[in-house]
């Protein structure tokens, strides 16, 4: 279904901009089946967008017409809390404002990228090095992001052992950044069917969950392992693979709650986290670290007729590894 969304006039300090692509990310397929609480519908998703600046308000610095940007995970924030202070605008103590399906600082609902164009202050606009193809682009901003953002926190890099569960479009950027962090990674998957693809990514082991001997072969083997499924696991099981001091991080979200045993955090000093998005400047820190690494996601290119197919194949998992539509075909 195609409709018309209006977006607000251009503030001093707001840049226009033209959406070339925008990744589709499990949140969005969450969001607009309401499996995450109650929708502002009539809603238009999408928070991993790319495209060219086209106008900027008279007090903008930061961009020019003709820029190539993108826009992630949000779009405003309160920028006078301590987390925001801090650069850390994805934890704004006032709730930061996601680009979809929040209230906006004018009081309107904000709307995806699934769109022909988004008008977003200066502030959470991004840089996108020219060396990144376009439409690879587009996930950087939130599969890239979600995964660097924990890496970088607990410090993956040589001499740390790092398994990332699960080869989806967030599992398999997690093991290409930590492969150039200098970290020694391991995929865990529930079968072999990717293995090839995940050692091509730079994974230097590669496991099945589904064979419960993997379990006691990697037990206390992990400084740190990145969750990027969002579905219910034996979380006893993957904590016991944690060695002394690490740390299991959930970046998947799944909607039901996770148990936990907390005698097996106990054993090994052993941490539980959950690490969202990063703030802006992680983030242009994560898109210019892929840029000078060659990093960037596989992505297959859709039109905007091809969105709900591509939502059953993302549920069936039937996707190397990002679905990016053409926004071409919208207009």
């Known amino acids: 279904m195609r409709t018309t969304i209006e977006r607000r006039d251009l503030g001093p300090r ?13 949140s969005d397929i969450h969001t607009v089946r309401g499996e995450w609480g109650k929708v502002p519908y009539p809603l238009t998703v999408g928070h991993e967008i790319v495209g060219h600046v086209t106008e900027v308000g008279a007090e903008v610095t930061r961009h ?7 826009v992630g995970c949000m779009v405003n924030s309160c920028r006078e809390c301590e987390n925001c202070k801090a650069g850390m605008e994805q934890y704004c103590l006032d709730g930061n404002t996601g680009t979809y399906a929040a209230v906006d600082k004018d009081g309107t609902v904000t709307q995806g990228g699934y769109s022909t164009h988004i008008v977003v202050v200066e502030d959470f606009v991004l840089r996108v090095p020219e060396s990144i193809p376009h439409e690879a682009a587009a996930p950087l901003l939130c599969a890239g992001i979600t995964t ?10 040589p001499g740390k052992k790092v398994a990332v569960v699960g080869l989806g479009g967030l599992g398999h950027m997690g093991v290409k950044i930590a492969v150039a962090m200098g970290a020694e990674v391991t995929v865990l998957s529930q079968t072999l069917s990717k293995k090839d693809e995940g050692l091509a990514f730079g994974a230097q082991h590669y496991h099945a969950t589904g064979d419960p001997a993997t379990f006691e072969t990697l037990k206390n083997t992990f400084d740190l392992i990145i969750n990027t ?12 693979l944690l060695r002394l001091d690490g740390t299991f991080v959930s970046v998947g979200a799944p909607p039901e709650p996770l148990p936990i045993q907390v005698f097996t955090l106990f054993n090994n000093r052993r941490s539980f986290a959950g690490s969202s998005i990063g703030g802006i400047a992680e983030t242009q820190e994560m898109l210019d670290f892929c840029a000078e690494r060659g990093i960037a996601p ?7 007729d091809e969105v709900n197919d591509a939502y059953e194949r993302v549920l069936k998992s039937d996707v190397r590894y990002r679905f990016v539509i053409d926004i071409a075909s919208l207009r």
């Open 14 to 26: 707001d840049v226009l901009i033209e959406i070339t692509y925008a990744g589709i990310c499990h």
């Open 64 to 70: 020019a017409v003709g820029d190539r940007v993108g």
């Open 148 to 157: 660097y953002s924990p890496l970088a926190h607990w410090k993956a890099g």
């Open 229 to 240: 499924v969002s579905a219910p696991i034996d979380m006893g099981a993957y904590l016991s």
């Open 298 to 304: 596989q992505v297959e290119v859709i039109s905007a």
